[in-house]
Structures are given as C-alpha cells and as structure tokens.
C-alpha cells in the first residue's frame, strides 16, 4: 500500500509534489535574496542630540582659580569622536548635530524630524558622558528609534551599536558603553534582523498550508478506493498507507525549507534539531487537517470549500495579525485550538531563545493532530463507497 501510495504521488498528480517540495524552499531562497538586497544598500537617517558638559570647573583644587574665582578647564570631550564614528559607520548616515547647550530646544527639533520621517532615530549623549568615560565609568548612550514599523527597530538599533562598536575601538575604551533601548534575545548585528522577522511568520504558515493542500483530495480524488475495499485490504491499512507516504514527503519538505532558511541567513539560539521538530509537527498537524478534509468532502470543489473556509478562519486567529491576548476570552479559547496560534510562537521561542520544542504549543499541536487523526478514522470508516 505504501508504494502504491508513492506511485499515485509521484506519477498520479508530480505538480502537487513539484510544489511541496521545490516551491516552500525557492520562496525561503528568494525572501533572503530580496531582503539581503534590501539591508546592503539600506542606511539610516539619525540625528546626534548632545547633553554633553564641554567645560569643567574645578573648584577644589587651589592652584585653579584665578583671584578666587574658579577656573573653567576644557574637558576631553568625546561627543566629537562619537560623532566621527557615526560618520564612519556604514549604516548610519548623521543628518544633523545639536547641542543642547547652544539650542535649548534640540530634543523637540530631533523629534519633529522624527515624526515626519525624516529621521530614523535619534542618539542623545547624556550629561557627564565625557566625564564618565574618563572616570572609566560606563558611559550611556540612548536610542529613541522610530517604533512605527516594528520590523525595523532592531536593524536601527543594530546600526547605533555598529557606530558605538568604532567609537569603543577608535578611542581605545574598554567595552563598557551601553546603548539603552537594545532588546533582549536581540539578533546579532551580523544577521539580518529583517529576513530573521520575517522568516519565524512565513515557516509556520507556509508548512501548514502546503501540508494542508498536499492533503486535502489524497481520499476524495481517489477513484479505487471502493475496488479496494472489495480486496483483503483494510480501511486501516488503506489510511495508514497514506499518512505513513505523505508523513515521509513532509519529512523531505521540512529539511528542504530548513536548509534553505540556514542559507538565507537565519539565526538559531536553539538546536537546530528542535527548529526541524517544530517544523514537522506544525506540518503534520496540516497533514491531518488536509487528510480529514479529505474524508468528509465527497467532490473535489467539496474539499477546495472547506479547506479554504477552515485555512481563513486559522489565519484569522491565528494571532498573526491580531494578538491573541486582545480578542475576546471567547475567540482566545477557540484560537489555542486551532494549529497556527501555536506554530509561530514555539518556533520564535526557538530561535531567539533558544527554549526546547518540547513545551506547551508542541504537546497542543500533538493533541489536535491525533484528534484529527482519530476522527479521520472515525469517518473514513463510516463512509460508504459504491464501485
């Protein structure tokens, strides 16, 4: 039953196969592709706001006052040469330079610039910068980065620690300036956090949904279903053929789209033998859901019906776009039964934080799948097929 189950799939219907198995990896290539272009030549607009002291006064010191009065010393200013490493970062292009101390209202200026687009962040050197770092106190350097877009965030904060990275090595600082703002479980500034954003939306939605078209008419398009039950073999046999056939296509998927996702750039905290478990079950999860479909529908256009209504209704709550936590307490229950409201967050708690599969959205994701494979049986066994 097996190989005529390999048979149907690869001559039978080989564009559905073309299409698992060659198609999810060339997307991953391309999207890596098109937003590797997109971060070479992307460079950002900031403007340097500095509350730093220039002058100091030292009235302790007897010997620095003239008549009395306090002598002012220049001191060894470093806004300067941070502003020569923001010129020499890459990523970073400086529109503009205030001084608080010439122009009161530089922060507001910064601002205005920020809200109409002009600017992409602004780095503020605090009060005292200069005089910390000579103290070999950690200096403190804030990002006020432009969260309209949320994908870019970490990319800007990315570009800020770059420029920091040549002040620390210009002016021969040991490494103990911080940049404030800077996430936790960040994406090292050599990957792209662009691609590395958007590749933990696309894998659980392009697993699930390819596994789920790859299924839906495995039963319902089969014409010899009926000759065979009048042969020794079983309904189980029958079922069981198919799923251990596309269980194993799945299989070949996965690694396909894992691979290519390596080559693009993703970056995995975790092992990277959780990433592929993840990966599988949300596809087999898609796998079950197709092949329950499958049993139910009793055409074609049947199937197509009732795969796009369930795959919209999944997407819909699946906390993609809209957070789960936002929607009614009514719609939260009915989101964390369907499969992709647990697909993106394991895979995201893998690959930025490197958490095991193993935890609550894996053994959700298991239940729906044998829930699903149970009433497939159950179906398949109450179906009557007329030769």
């Not at 601002?111 to 950690?138: C, H, K, T, W």
């Not at 420029?163 to 800077?182: A, H, R, W, Y």
């Not at 799923?243 to 970056?267: E, H, M, P, R, V």
């Amino acid at each position: 039953m097996v190989k005529k189950e390999f048979r149907l799939a690869l001559f039978t219907d080989p564009w559905n196969l073309i299409i698992a198995l060659i198609l999810p990896p060339a997307i991953i290539i391309l999207l890596s592709v098109m937003e590797g272009q997109q971060a070479a030549i992307s460079q950002i607009q900031v403007a340097v706001v500095s509350n730093d002291s220039t002058v100091f006064i030292d009235s302790t010191n007897a010997t620095g006052t003239y008549f009395g009065t306090p002598i002012e010393f220049e001191w060894d200013n470093y806004s300067k040469p941070y502003l020569n490493a923001v010129n020499k970062s890459e990523y970073l292009v400086l529109k503009n330079f205030y001084n608080t101390s010439e122009d009161p209202y530089a922060m507001e200026t910064a601002r205005n610039q920020l809200l109409y687009s002009e600017i992409s962040a602004i780095i503020v050197i605090p009060v005292d910068f200069s005089e910390m770092l000579e103290f070999g106190l950690p200096g403190l350097i804030e990002c006020v980065p432009d969260s309209s877009r949320i994908a870019d965030i970490q990319n800007n904060l990315n570009a800020v620690y770059d420029s920091v990275k040549i002040f620390i090595n210009d002016n021969n600082l040991t490494p103990q300036i911080e940049v404030t703002g800077e996430q936790e479980f960040e994406i090292p500034s050599n990957y792209n956090p662009s691609y590395n954003s958007t590749i933990k939306l696309v894998i659980p939605l392009m697993v699930y949904g390819i596994a789920n078209v790859l299924a839906m008419l495995i039963i319902v398009k089969e014409k010899p279903i009926a000759r065979l039950l009048l042969t020794p073999v079983t309904r189980d046999e029958i079922l069981l053929a198919k799923y251990a056939t596309y269980s194993f296509i799945l299989f070949i998927q996965d690694l396909g789209i894992l691979l290519a996702s390596l080559l693009g750039g993703l970056y995995v905290r975790g092992s990277l033998l959780d990433v592929f478990i993840a990966t599988y079950i949300v596809g087999y999860t898609g796998l079950s859901m197709g092949l329950f479909i499958s049993s139910v529908s009793k055409t074609k256009t049947e199937a197509n019906q009732w795969f796009l209504a369930s795959f919209v209704v999944i997407l819909l709550l699946s906390g993609i776009g809209v957070p789960i936590e936002s929607m009614p307490p009514y719609l939260q229950v009915v989101a964390y039964i369907l499969p992709l409201s647990h697909g993106q967050p394991m895979l995201t708690a893998i690959l930025s934080k490197g958490n095991s599969v193993f935890g609550f959205h894996f053994f959700s994701l298991l239940a729906i799948s044998i829930v699903l494979n149970l009433l497939t049986f159950i179906v398949f066994y109450s179906r009557r097929y007329e030769v």
